[in-house]
């Protein structure tokens, strides 16, 4: 009996070990949070509640940086570490249902704006028009002390659906344009300059569109101006400093998921 007592108990503590341990066995293996950004957009675009990493495999922080580039709505990024060396990632989306609303709108905006002969640079333009002609810099919100990131103006819902918005908003607001035309754009934040704009990669070549820099202060109304619309980074980089390799390496894996 007392033999059988300690076998149960062995296999019970087995038991619990594979309870224990299972998540983590389960969870998928990434090698860069570029990878790790690519199952959490899944996810977030499909209503899901997080996605299991191991834990040394995921910097929460370098996952949110590669999220925030691909990913054209406003969020936070939440991580919980658990003992069994896992991290669960959840995206919370800032107003779900008002930036499903611009979502919708800029397919609106897009298909006005974009016909089926347009060259891709011709669409970039379409869009980089349309949207500066609609949006005006919200020099209020920028001039704040301490901005709530999570509000409209840094939010595509801003600058489509309020018409106001800083440079975030102009930036996400321009990736839900391309979206909705088919075109793959990267949102390219500097923590150097307290800046956004957006990165395409057309024909194996990285250019670079500010729509924020090319609407003029105070708005002009219909004027427009192209001086930062698809700039190499040597030209680029005359006016503006940010982290040129992690964006590269951004645009190289998401060439390659296609």
């Known amino acids: 009996m007392k033999r059988f007592a300690g076998i149960l108990a062995a296999v019970l503590l087995a038991g619990g070990a594979v309870m224990l341990w299972y998540p983590r066995v389960t969870a998928p293996h990434v090698q860069s949070a570029y990878e790790a950004a690519e199952m959490l957009e899944a996810d977030a675009r499909a209503g899901g509640d997080g996605v299991l990493f191991r834990t040394e495999e995921v910097d929460p922080d370098e996952v949110y940086r590669a999220l925030e580039a691909r990913y054209p709505y406003a969020f936070a990024l939440h991580a919980t570490t658990r003992p069994e060396q896992t991290t669960e990632l959840r995206v919370e989306v800032s107003r779900g249902a008002r930036q499903a609303q611009a979502r919708e709108y800029a397919a609106v905006i897009a298909a006005d704006a974009v016909t089926d002969g347009m060259t891709d640079t011709q669409k970039l333009r379409a869009l980089h028009d349309a949207l500066v002609r609609l949006c005006e810099y919200d020099i209020d919100t920028a001039a704040q002390q301490a901005p709530d990131g999570a509000t ?25 344009l391309c979206e909705a035309a088919g075109l793959e754009t990267v949102y390219v934040a500097s923590e150097e300059m307290n800046h956004g704009w957006n990165a395409v990669r057309l024909d194996g070549q990285t250019y670079y569109i500010d729509c924020t820099f090319d609407d003029p202060v105070p708005d002009r109304g219909e004027y427009v101006s192209g001086q930062y619309f698809m700039l190499t980074a040597e030209e680029l980089a005359q006016t503006h400093t940010w982290d040129e390799a992690f964006y590269e390496r951004l645009l190289d894996s998401m060439e390659k998921e296609n």
């Open 152 to 176: 409209a103006p840094f939010a595509a819902d801003g600058a489509l659906l309020d018409h106001k918005a800083v440079c975030a908003g102009y930036g996400r607001a321009f990736g839900m």
